[in-house]
C-alpha cells in the first residue's frame, strides 16, 4: 500500500497527517510525501514519510502512482494554498484513479455543507479511521 500526503504552505496540515499514518499503521505502508513546496515536503519528511517529492510535476508523476492521496480538500482546487497548488496538479490528482480522503478544510472561498464542523485533530482522527478501513479490506 502506497500512500501520497499532499501538502503546501508550512505543511502541517500533511504533518499531523503523516504523524498519525505513520504511528498508527503497519510499518510496510509506504508513506510518500508530496509537497507544493520544499517546505512542506521537509516538514512531512521529519513526520515519518518514507520519501518526499516537491513541486508540480512531483505530484503530477505521482499521483497515478500511488493507492490513497490524503489531505486537504484544497488540493482539487486550482490555485489553491495562495497560488502553490496549480491548475496541472489539481487536475493531476482529481483524474488519479487513486482512492482519495480529503479533510474538509479550505481557504479558497469554497463552502462545503452538509458536514460537521470539527477541530483538525477530530478529522484527521477520522481521516486515520476510513485508512485503516480501506488498507485491512
Do not use: C, W, Y
Amino acid at each position: 500500500m502506497r500512500i501520497a500526503v499532499i501538502d503546501g504552505q508550512g505543511g502541517g496540515i500533511g504533518k499531523h497527517i503523516t504523524e498519525r499514518l505513520r504511528r498508527d499503521l503497519p510499518e510496510e505502508v509506504d508513506l510518500l510525501a508530496l509537497g507544493t513546496n520544499a517546505l512542506a515536503t521537509s516538514v512531512m519528511l521529519r513526520a515519518g514519510a518514507n520519501e518526499g517529492a516537491t513541486g508540480e510535476n512531483a505530484v503530477v508523476f505521482n499521483t497515478g502512482r500511488v493507492d490513497l492521496i490524503v489531505g486537504s480538500i484544497s488540493i482539487l482546487f486550482a490555485n489553491s494554498m495562495q497560488g502553490e497548488l496549480t491548475p496541472k496538479m489539481a487536475e493531476a490528482i482529481a483524474s488519479s484513479p487513486a482512492r482519495k480522503i480529503l479533510l474538509p478544510l479550505t481557504r479558497a472561498g469554497v463552502d462545503i455543507v452538509g458536514l460537521k464542523s470539527e477541530p483538525l485533530p477530530h478529522l484527521i482522527e477520522e481521516l486515520i479511521i476510513k485508512v485503516k478501513e480501506i488498507i485491512e479490506r
